[in-house]
Nanobody, 129 residues
C-alpha cells in the first residue's frame, strides 16, 4: 500500500491550496480516508475525514468552514481543499487510510492517528502572515 501526498507549498494568509493524495495497492472504495497534520514537537492531529461508503465527512473545529475533504474512488484519490489559510495552518499534512469502523452503521469516521492503518509521507504547507 502506498499513499503519496502532493499540493503543499508556501502561500500567504488568506490563500487557498488543494492537497491531493494518490493511493495504490488497495481498493480505496472500502477504506475511510483522513487528513492529519503535524508541527514539530506536537502530536499529529486530525483535520478531516470521509467515510468509505456514503461520503459523509467530519472536520476538526479548526478546519470547519474553510477546508473540504473529498474523494474520487475511480482514481483512488482523496483531496483536501483548504481556503482562507492562516499561519496556524502551517504543518506537514498527511493522508491516511482506515478500516477501523467500516462495519458500524452508519459508518464512523476515525479521528485518532492509531485508528488509521496506512499513511503517506506528508506534504509541507507553510502559510506566511
Amino acid at each position: 500500500v502506498q499513499l503519496i501526498e502532493s499540493g503543499g507549498g508556501l502561500v500567504q494568509a488568506g490563500d487557498s491550496l488543494r492537497l491531493s493524495c494518490a493511493a495504490s495497492g488497495v481498493p480505496v472504495s472500502t477504506w475511510s480516508m483522513g487528513w492529519f497534520r503535524q508541527t514539530p514537537g506536537k502530536e499529529r492531529e486530525f483535520v478531516a475525514g470521509i467515510t468509505w461508503n456514503d461520503d459523509r465527512t467530519n472536520y476538526a473545529d479548526a478546519a470547519k468552514g474553510r477546508f473540504t475533504i473529498s474523494r474520487d474512488n475511480t482514481k483512488s484519490m482523496v483531496y483536501l481543499q483548504m481556503n482562507r489559510l492562516k499561519p496556524e495552518d502551517t504543518a506537514v499534512y498527511y493522508c491516511a487510510l482506515s478500516q477501523k469502523f467500516i462495519h458500524t452503521i452508519p459508518a464512523t469516521i476515525p479521528t485518532m492517528p492509531d485508528e488509521y492503518e496506512y499513511w503517506g509521507q506528508g506534504t509541507q504547507v507553510t502559510v506566511s502572515s
